[in-house]
C-alpha cells in the first residue's frame, strides 16, 4: 500500500489504522502505483484552536474521504494523542466508506485494549465509566469496551507487588509434526529440521542451567513455567521426562507450571503422566475447531474424535487446569459450525477457553491462496458467540490482545472459570514481571518494578529464531557465550539493587 502522511504523525500508527481495513497489506519503500495496490493521503493541519485531519483512499478503481478536528483540550491528553485521534476519527470514516466495516475497536491499534482501560480505572473512573470513555473517545463498540475492563478487572486481582518482583520461565520447542495451513512457520515440520530434536534437547538443557543460573543471580523468585512451541508434546515420553526433570531440578512450587501440549495427535498417557508427576498444573489441548472438514482443510492431523480422546487422557492424568484453543473465522468454518465448537468444548467443562480469532500469517498457504475474508462476518458472529455463550457457562475474560492483520479487526480472549485463570499468559502479555526465555525463537523480557508513575523499563534478548542457528550457537562453546551475555545483560539492567522479595 502507498501512505503519502502529511503532517506531525508518525508513519507506523498510519500504517496499523490501514491495515484495519486492508489486512495484509505492505508498505515497501518506493512502491509503485498500480490498479491493485490501495493507496492513501493523510493530511493534518493544525492552529491555536484544534488539529484537523483529511484522509482519502483510494482502491478498486473507488475513492473515499473521511475528516475529523479535536479541540486541543487537555481532557484529551498531549498533543501527539490529540493528532492520533484526529487522524483515527477521519481514517475510520475514510475506511468505512470504502469497505463497509465499522471497525468493532475503533482507532484502538494496539495490542493490549485492556491497558486503555487500565488507565482509566486508574484515574478514578467506575468500571462503567471506562467502558464509556472508551466507546466514546476510541470508537469502541460498547461490547468491546466493556470486554477490554472486564479483563482489566481480573488482572488486577491477579497482579500483586509480590508478582511484580518475580519472573517467569519460558521453555521453547519449536516443532510440529505437520503444518497447518495457517501458520507461517514452515521449516519447523520438515523432516530435516525434525531429525534435530535430540541435539535440539541436549542444547536447551544447557540453556535452562544457564537462565536459571542468572535468575539466581538476579535474586528473584520463579511465579510460573510455561513450556510452547510449536507442539511440545512431539518430544518422547522420555524426552519430556529429562525436560521436566530439568526444570524442576532448578525451580519448585511454581505458582502455575503450564505444558502447551497442544496437538490432540501428540498427546499419550505416558507424557502426561510424566506432566502431572513432575508439577505441571495447567495443560492446553488444542482442537481448534469441532468440526471435522475444517480440520482436514488447515492441515491439523486429528479428527474430533481424537481430540475428545486426548482430552480424557488429559483429565485423568489429574493435572488441575485444562485449557483448549479455539480459532474463530477460520477458512471453510462457518458461524453455526464454531457455535457447536464451542457448545461442544464447554459440555467438557475445562477451566480454560481460549477463543482465538484468525489472523492472517504472512507465509502461510492461506495468505497465499488468499482464503480469508478480511470483514469476516463469521469471525464476528462466532466471537460475540463465545463472549456471550462463555460466561453464561461460568467463564469470564481475564486475557486479552490482538494482533495485525486479524480478520475482522477482532480479539483474542482467554476465558477461564473464577480462580483458574492461566497466569502466565496475564504476565507475559501486561508485562507484570521479567520472563527469562529458553530455546529456538525465545524472547526473554527484562520488565522493572513499577516507578511512582506506573512507568516500566523495557529491554528484550532474542534467541536465534530457526533450530539450526540455535545449534551453532550450542556447538560452538556449549552455549557459554550466550550464558555470560545474559548474565551480563540482566547485571546492567537491575543494577545494584535486584529485584527481590522484599523482606
Same mark, same amino acid.
Given at each position: ?49 484544534? +488539529? ?27 498533543? /501527539? ?67 477490554? +475492563? ?60 544457564? +537462565? ?13 513455567? !510455561? ?9 518422547? $515420553? ?26 490432540? /495427535? ?8 510424566? $506432566? ?35 482430552? $480424557? ?81 461460568? !467463564? ?50 527484562? +520488565? =522493572? ?37 545474559? =548474565?551480563?545483560? $540482566? ?13
Amino acid at each position: 500500500m502507498i501512505l503519502d502522511i502529511r503532517g506531525k504523525l508518525k508513519p507506523y500508527y498510519v500504517q496499523t489504522l490501514a491495515m484495519i481495513f486492508f489486512p495484509g497489506v505492505k508498505f515497501p519503500e518506493g512502491e509503485a502505483p498500480s490498479p491493485d495496490t490501495p493507496e492513501g493521503t493523510v493530511i493534518l493541519d493544525e492552529d491555536e484552536r484544534e +488539529v484537523r485531519a483529511a484522509v482519502t483512499l483510494r482502491a478498486g478503481g473507488r475513492e473515499t474521504a473521511g475528516s475529523a478536528a479535536v479541540a486541543w483540550d487537555s481532557a484529551h491528553g498531549d498533543r /501527539d494523542r490529540i493528532r492520533k485521534m484526529a487522524a483515527g476519527e477521519a481514517f475510520m470514516r475514510a475506511g468505512e466508506a470504502m469497505t463497509g466495516i465499522r471497525p468493532p475497536w475503533g482507532m484502538l491499534t494496539g495490542v493490549r485494549p485492556a491497558k486503555v482501560a487500565s488507565e482509566l480505572l486508574d484515574a478514578g473512573l467506575s468500571p462503567e465509566e471506562a467502558a464509556d470513555a472508551i466507546a466514546g473517545e476510541y470508537g469502541a463498540s460498547i461490547r468491546k469496551a466493556r470486554l477490554a +475492563v472486564d479483563v482489566s478487572l481480573a488482572e488486577r486481582r491477579v497482579i500483586t507487588p509480590e508478582v511484580r518482583r518475580a519472573c517467569s520461565v519460558y521453555v521453547g520447542i519449536p516443532f510440529c509434526p505437520t503444518r497447518c495451513a495457517y501458520c507461517s512457520f514452515v521449516s519447523y515440520a520438515s523432516p530435516g529440521l525434525l531429525k534435530l530434536i535430540p541435539e535440539y534437547l541436549e542444547a536447551l538443557m544447557a540453556d535452562i542451567d544457564g +537462565v536459571f543460573g542468572v535468575i539466581r543471580e538476579t535474586g528473584m523468585r520463579v511465579a510460573s513455567a !510455561y513450556i510452547g512451541g510449536g507442539t511440545p508434546t512431539i518430544l518422547s $515420553a522420555d524426552q519430556l521426562r529429562r525436560l521436566l526433570s530439568k526444570i524442576r531440578e532448578h525451580a519448585d512450587g511454581f505458582r502455575e507450571f503450564t505444558l502447551e501440549a497442544g496437538r490432540p /495427535d501428540t498427546i499419550t498417557k505416558e507424557k502426561l503422566a510424566a $506432566a502431572a508427576e513432575f508439577g505441571v498444573t495447567r495443560v492446553s489441548v488444542n482442537t481448534q475447531t469441532l468440526n471435522g472438514d475444517v480440520l482436514a482443510k488447515i492441515g491439523r492431523a486429528h479428527t474430533p474424535g481424537m481430540f475428545r480422546e486426548a482430552y $480424557a487422557v488429559a483429565r485423568e492424568s489429574g493435572i488441575r487446569d485444562i485449557n483448549v484453543d479455539l480459532i474463530a473465522g477460520l477458512p471453510y468454518d462457518t458461524a453455526a459450525s464454531f457455535r457447536e465448537t464451542v457448545d461442544g468444548v464447554t459440555a467438557l467443562a475445562p477451566e480454560n477457553v481460549t477463543v482465538h480469532t484468525f489472523s492472517v500469517k504472512k507465509s502461510s498457504d492461506f495468505k497465499a491462496e488468499g482464503r480469508f475474508d478480511p470483514a469476516s462476518a463469521v469471525a464476528a458472529e462466532s466471537t460475540d458467540y463465545a463472549g456471550a455463550a462463555l460466561p453464561d457457562a461460568g !467463564y469470564l475474560p481475564y486475557y486479552l490482545y490482538r494482533q495485525k492483520n486479524t480478520v475482522g479487526n477482532l480479539e483474542n480472549v482467554g476465558y477461564a472459570k473464577p480462580g483458574h485463570e492461566g497466569l502466565y499468559n496475564i504476565y507475559m502479555m501486561e508485562e507484570v514481571h521479567s520472563i527469562f526465555a529458553s530455546g529456538a525463537s525465545a524472547v526473554t523480557k527484562f +520488565v =522493572s518494578v513499577p516507578k511512582e508513575d506506573g512507568s516500566v523499563r523495557i529491554e528484550r534478548i532474542f534467541q536465534p529464531k530457526y533450530p539450526y542457528e540455535y545449534l551453532r550457537d550450542y556447538r560452538e562453546d556449549g552455549g557459554e557465550r550466550k550464558r555470560r551475555a545474559l =548474565s551480563e545483560a $540482566a547485571a546492567a539492567f537491575f543494577g545494584e539493587d535486584p529485584q527481590k522479595e522484599e523482606p
